[in-house]
């Protein structure tokens, strides 16, 4: 969508994005309940709200920021008790997602490292999607990767 007028309908391509944004859903949901509704209501409000959306910005990166912004809003359940015990030990035990990468890295870090690594997205951009500085996403990044790497460990010494 180079020119952008008035009448210019988003929902074309909002369509184009609904596997980034539900696996987005996924990373900052971490309970397979809310995903589906997360989706719409985010799709309902970038619809909605799309008189606000500038040319210059991604779509994609502008649907994620409403998303985290309806998320932190709680407008949806979000994991309240256990909530310490889930950034440490991973999300849900079963892995709901079918992501085997997402469901086991810890809740604060799954949708940081899933717009960084998946998405392609750089830090700063990622800082601004998510309300977080940069430094912050470096952080939730060492510890994803460092998940991931103790992951690959415990593998490789059950193979042997």
Same mark, same amino acid.
């Given at each position: 969508?180079?020119?952008k007028?008035?009448?210019?309908d ?5 369509v184009?994005?609904?596997p980034?944004?539900? #696996?987005f !859903?996924m990373?900052?949901t =971490?309970?397979a309940?809310g995903?589906? *509704?997360?989706?719409?209501? &985010?799709c ?25 912004a309806?998320?932190?809003?709680g ?6 008790e ?7 030990t991973g #999300?849900? !035990?079963?892995?709901?997602? =079918? ?5 086991? *890295?810890?809740?604060?870090? &799954?949708?940081?490292?899933?717009l960084?690594?998946?998405e392609?997205l ?28 103790a ?7 059950? #193979?042997?």
């Amino acid at each position: 969508m180079s020119d952008k007028n008035p009448k210019t309908d988003i929902r074309r391509d909002l369509v184009g994005f609904l596997p980034q944004i539900r #696996r987005f !859903a996924m990373a900052l949901t =971490g309970d397979a309940s809310g995903i589906d *509704l997360l989706v719409v209501k &985010a799709c309902e409000e970038a619809v909605a709200k799309s008189h606000l959306w500038r040319n210059e910005q991604r779509l994609d990166r502008w649907v994620f920021t409403l998303m985290r912004a309806l998320w932190n809003n709680g407008a949806f359940a979000q994991p309240t008790e256990g909530c310490d015990k889930q950034q440490t030990t991973g #999300r849900t !035990a079963g892995g709901f997602s =079918g992501h085997p990468v997402l469901d086991s *890295l810890p809740h604060t870090s &799954a949708p940081v490292y899933l717009l960084c690594a998946v998405e392609g997205l750089s830090y700063a951009e990622t800082a601004a999607v998510m309300g977080i500085t940069p430094d912050a996403v470096a952080v939730r990044m060492l510890l994803s990767r460092r998940e991931l790497a103790a992951q690959k460990s415990h593998a490789s010494e059950r #193979r042997a």
